[in-house]
């Protein structure tokens, strides 16, 4: 979706009466504007207009039916995916393209990936759990977390984190479900123990992708294990949803302690299961 693509939306709302050239000139700007009051978004006025434009890409799948998440103007994960199923859609004259939305409903979807196997890690400072904890198959969510967007609390993480769509935005905490918390924790703190700050930025370790998000799975149609708030992203931009351990930095050997931290508290990380979708790991069995 460019800015010619917005540009003809805009013109079939009547909110821009322009040439579709692509120039993001006054008469696009105020249609852009126009378009955001129109449809409700909250807070615009402080955006600088590329922010702006990426809420109105935001608006222009959701009104056509496409998961795009909260209206924000931060091209996050859930936002460029949402643009890629309507450039897929738009080469498929408006219909829905399966290999895009639907690849990982029909068996088409990598299966277990070889992978090293992991190092026992002694923290000097945080211990694992005595016992690797059971999480319920995603198949049986809502009976152990209960309904989706529910039971959640903060999580305050041991080191300021970034949002990994938006550097300038610190996080130091975030939503979780009450049930994975502890085990949160002691996955970050392990993390900082054994790496240190240092080590963990510049690992990419810091750069947070999300964790409650009441959502379908991108690439599916079953709800994602986010919607529970007992997901979490890493660094989703060198990890994307269909990188395989060749191109995601995640499988990288020096990762390897860090994977030990989630894997002792009985999460999976979807790449060394599945070998996509790199950047999340969940409290979930497959």
């Given at each position: 979706m460019?800015?010619?693509?917005v540009?003809?939306?805009l013109a079939a709302?009547h909110?821009?009466?322009?040439?579709?050239?692509?120039?993001?000139?006054?008469?696009?700007?105020?249609?852009?504007?126009a378009?955001?009051?129109?449809?409700g978004?909250?807070?615009?006025d402080?955006w600088?207009?590329?922010?702006?434009?990426v809420?109105?890409?935001?608006l222009?799948c959701?009104?056509?039916?496409i998961?795009?998440g909260?209206?924000?103007g931060?091209a996050?994960?859930?936002?460029?995916?949402a643009?890629?199923?309507w450039?897929?859609?738009l080469?498929n004259?408006?219909q829905?393209?399966?290999?895009?939305e639907?690849?990982r409903?029909?068996?088409t979807?990598?299966?277990?990936?070889p992978a090293?196997p992991?190092?026992?890690i002694?923290?000097?400072?945080v211990?694992?759990?005595?016992?690797?904890?059971?999480?319920?198959?995603?198949?049986?969510m809502?009976?152990?977390y209960?309904p989706k967007?529910t039971?959640?609390?903060?999580?305050?993480?041991p080191?300021?984190?970034?949002?990994?769509w938006?550097?300038?935005?610190?996080?130091?905490?975030?939503?979780c479900?009450?049930?994975?918390?502890?085990?949160l924790?002691?996955?970050?703190?392990?993390?900082?123990?054994?790496?240190?700050l240092?080590q963990?930025?510049k690992?990419r370790?810091d750069l947070?992708g999300?964790c409650?998000?009441?959502?379908?799975?991108?690439?599916?149609?079953?709800?994602?294990?986010h919607s529970?708030?007992?997901a979490?992203?890493i660094?989703?931009d060198h990890n994307?949803?269909?990188?395989?351990?060749?191109q995601?930095?995640?499988d990288g050997p020096?990762?390897?302690p860090f994977?030990?931290?989630?894997?002792?508290e009985?999460?999976?990380g979807?790449g060394r299961e599945?070998?996509?979708?790199?950047m999340?790991f969940?409290?979930a069995?497959?």
């Open positions: 460019d800015l010619r693509d540009q003809s939306r709302a909110l821009y009466d322009g040439a579709v050239d692509g120039v993001l000139g006054g008469l696009t700007k105020a249609a852009i504007k378009f955001l009051l129109q449809q978004v909250d807070g615009f402080m600088p207009i590329a922010r702006r434009l809420a109105a890409q935001q222009i959701r009104i056509g039916g998961e795009a909260r209206i924000d931060l996050g994960t859930q936002t460029r995916y643009i890629t199923v450039d897929a859609r080469a004259g408006g829905p393209v399966a290999a895009v639907a690849w409903n029909d068996g979807a990598p299966q277990a990936a090293r992991l190092p026992t002694t923290s000097s400072q211990a694992a759990p005595a016992t690797r904890p059971v999480w319920p198959k995603q198949s049986a809502d009976q152990f209960g967007g039971g959640q609390v903060m999580l305050v993480t080191y300021k984190m970034c949002l990994a938006d550097l300038s935005r610190t996080v130091a905490r975030f939503s479900h009450g049930k994975v918390r502890e085990n924790e002691r996955i970050f703190a392990r993390t900082l123990d054994y790496y240190g240092e963990i930025q690992l370790l947070f999300g409650l998000n009441v959502r379908k799975m991108r690439g599916g149609s079953s709800w994602s294990i529970w708030g007992c979490v992203d660094d989703p994307q949803l269909n990188m395989h351990r060749a995601a930095t995640l020096e990762y390897d994977w030990s931290f989630v894997y002792d009985g999460a999976i979807l599945r070998d996509y979708d790199w999340h969940q409290f069995r497959l």
